[in-house]
């Protein structure tokens, strides 16, 4: 058995990561490996942008099997650190084991109108429970507007 690792991958403008969701021990203290389950890498543009700014993500799942069943027709939600989120439910027919293919990629778009460095989460649901999540860091500098309004 190995054990996974979160990682963090800097390439350009693009934020890369590893699933960030926590595996099950084992006996040994080693995590099982699941062959089947994709890996969610989440990238953002810009990495550091002037407010108001209009930052666009996308989560992509990598390798795993084509009808990993945890991670189809997910609600997804999209926690921006400013007090927002998003959140999308999509209608899909009831699951087929080698039939249904699981989405890879899905992506948002959000503004940030102040200044701030913003943890942006990415979560798949079911019901209740998160089946599979990452996150990544937006830094928002003050723009023009934020340097001619009157401190407060």
Not at 25 to 36: F, H, I, L, V
Not at 56 to 67: N, S, T
Not at 68 to 83: K, L, Q, R, V
């Amino acid at each position: 058995m190995t054990r996974m690792w979160r990682t963090a991958i800097l390439v350009g403008a693009w934020s890369v990561a590893a699933a960030a969701q926590a595996p099950v021990q084992e006996k040994d203290g080693k995590a099982p490996k699941d062959e089947a389950r994709p890996e969610i890498g989440l990238k953002v543009s810009p990495l550091i942008a002037f407010s108001p700014a209009k930052i666009a993500v996308r989560a992509e799942l990598k390798g795993g099997a084509l009808d990993y069943e945890p991670f189809y027709c997910n609600t997804i939600i999209w926690d921006w650190d400013d007090g927002t989120t998003s959140e999308n439910t999509p209608d899909c027919p009831p699951y087929e084991p080698g039939q249904s293919q699981i989405r890879r990629y899905y992506s948002s778009t959000h503004t940030y109108q102040t200044a701030g460095r913003y943890n942006v989460r990415f979560r798949m649901k079911k019901g209740d429970r998160t089946v599979g999540g990452n996150a990544t860091v937006v830094q928002v500098r003050p723009g023009i507007r934020d340097a001619s309004e009157p401190p407060q």
